[in-house]
């Protein structure tokens, strides 16, 4: 998996923050989201009812903290996803079929952010 870059920082009062998305936002360094990007995955047929499972290896990651994931494309309607941090390291990508019939998920890359 390759890691996004993090957004610029700079020193106020001795705390490390972030460059500010929006105007008058500020977030200290230990608050950014952990980011990384999946391989291809997908293509596959997937059971009613069943799902696959994949890792996102991202560095700094803790059980306990929130993880989001998001496909660079629609799987189908058939379809949906999760994602958890249940290791140090990585976050876990689950896409379920939650259909009545066997069905095949569009391939797709899974953007992964990671929140304390």
Excluded: H
């Amino acid at each position: 998996s390759s890691l996004q870059s993090e957004p610029p920082t700079y020193l106020v009062g001795g705390v490390r923050v972030a460059r500010p998305t929006v105007p008058g936002m500020v977030a200290e360094t230990s608050q950014l989201p952990l980011q990384a990007t999946s391989a291809r995955v997908g293509g596959a047929l997937i059971a009613p009812g069943w799902c696959f499972r994949f890792v996102v290896e991202i560095p700094g990651a803790k059980p306990g903290m929130v993880a989001l994931a998001s496909p660079s494309r629609d799987l189908g309607p058939r379809f949906n996803w999760s994602a958890g941090v249940y290791a140090n390291g990585e976050a876990t990508v689950r896409v379920c079929n939650r259909s009545g019939s066997a069905a095949v998920a569009s391939s797709a890359r899974f953007g992964v952010r990671v929140v304390q």
